[in-house]
């Protein structure tokens, strides 16, 4: 009889989870990179390093909630959680709750097409709350927000300010338009830097994808910008513009492409933008098979910004990523 009783109380706990469609995934990825910089040496680095389990179910009333739990180690900030969250599904769309990437970063980032080095830097950051509605004849449109107390938002760095920490709230609207081949997008977003200040941002993009052949443009501005962990230098009320191009061409397994980053600021007492980086990347890539990656990348920069060594090295990579 206790054998019994065992068996059907460990059943009743057992069936919610099994109820439920469980998956594990994630990605490893490493890179070894060089650079001619005086200051910077030779070293292999890692990027995102990432396990997340995810469980899906299907509720009444055409309602599904799923979730994701994502551990995350990379070398610049240890091991912490990214991208953990919510999601309730329906006719209505999606709502999520806990770290998401904001209505705007989840719309663009379409020049970020280098598998090391580039990546636009007006793409948005992460907010607790994203609503999603319906897709509709190809448009499709996002809203995102963070309250103004500490939310269960990623903290990238030491002193982000996209709205993830005490007291600064945020809030970001996004539409993206898609016909055949083409697709634009437009975003805006406003996070307070601290009580006193706000920020606003928005960025635009368009891309073509068809057959072997991707091209995308992006650009956008942030006034009163916090500026970045990268060039962490920028004072109060600086306004930074962006610009981004890519093109990617995929030959069976391989693919070639190259990205070009342009970041432009200026200072409270200067009327002219001063050149922060422009950066180009070459790079190619080569799938062999079951989530294995290998590549090579090289990047050239300039830079107006005499305290960014960084930005005005010659560098290149090699590196793998296995995605499981």
Not at 45 to 51: K, L, M, P, Q
Not at 52 to 70: C, P, R, V, W
Not at 96 to 108: C, H, K
Not at 113 to 135: I, N, Q, R, T, Y
């Amino acid at each position: 009889m206790k054998k019994i009783i065992s068996l059907a109380v460990a059943s009743a706990f057992a069936a919610p989870v099994m109820a439920a469609d469980v998956s594990v995934s994630g990605s490893l990825k490493y890179n070894y990179i060089s650079s001619d910089a005086a200051t910077t040496a030779d070293k292999i680095s890692t990027d995102d390093n990432a396990v997340t389990i995810g469980a899906t179910q299907e509720l009444n009333d055409g309602l599904s909630i799923s979730g994701k739990f994502t551990i995350v180690d990379d070398t610049t900030s240890g091991t912490e959680h990214q991208g953990t969250s919510l999601k309730l599904s329906g006719p209505f769309g999606a709502l999520s709750v806990g770290d998401n990437s904001g209505a705007m970063d989840a719309t663009g980032d379409w020049t970020d097409k280098s598998p090391v080095f580039g990546g636009f830097d007006g793409d948005g950051g992460d907010h607790a709350l994203l609503l999603e509605l319906p897709a509709f004849n190809g448009l499709s449109v996002k809203a995102s927000m963070s309250p103004s107390g500490d939310n269960y938002v990623n903290n990238e760095a030491a002193g982000d300010l996209n709205g993830d920490e005490e007291g600064r709230s945020a809030q970001a609207a996004s539409v993206t338009y898609t016909a055949g081949d083409f697709s634009v997008y437009y975003g805006t977003e406003e996070f307070g830097r601290n009580v006193a200040e706000d920020t606003k941002a928005k960025s635009y993009g368009v891309k073509y994808s068809a057959g072997p052949l991707y091209v995308a443009y992006e650009a956008g501005e942030a006034e009163n910008s916090a500026g970045s962990s990268s060039y962490s230098a920028w004072g109060a009320g600086d306004d930074v513009e962006y610009k981004g191009f890519a093109v990617t061409y995929a030959m069976g397994d391989i693919t070639v492409g190259a990205e070009q980053q342009q970041t432009k600021e200026k200072a409270e007492t200067a009327t002219a933008l001063e050149k922060i980086e422009d950066e180009t990347v070459l790079f190619v890539s080569y799938q062999l098979g079951d989530g294995v990656t290998v590549y090579a990348a090289n990047r050239s920069s300039d830079s107006d910004y005499a305290a960014s060594v960084a930005a005005q090295a010659e560098q290149s990579a090699v590196g793998i990523k296995f995605a499981f």
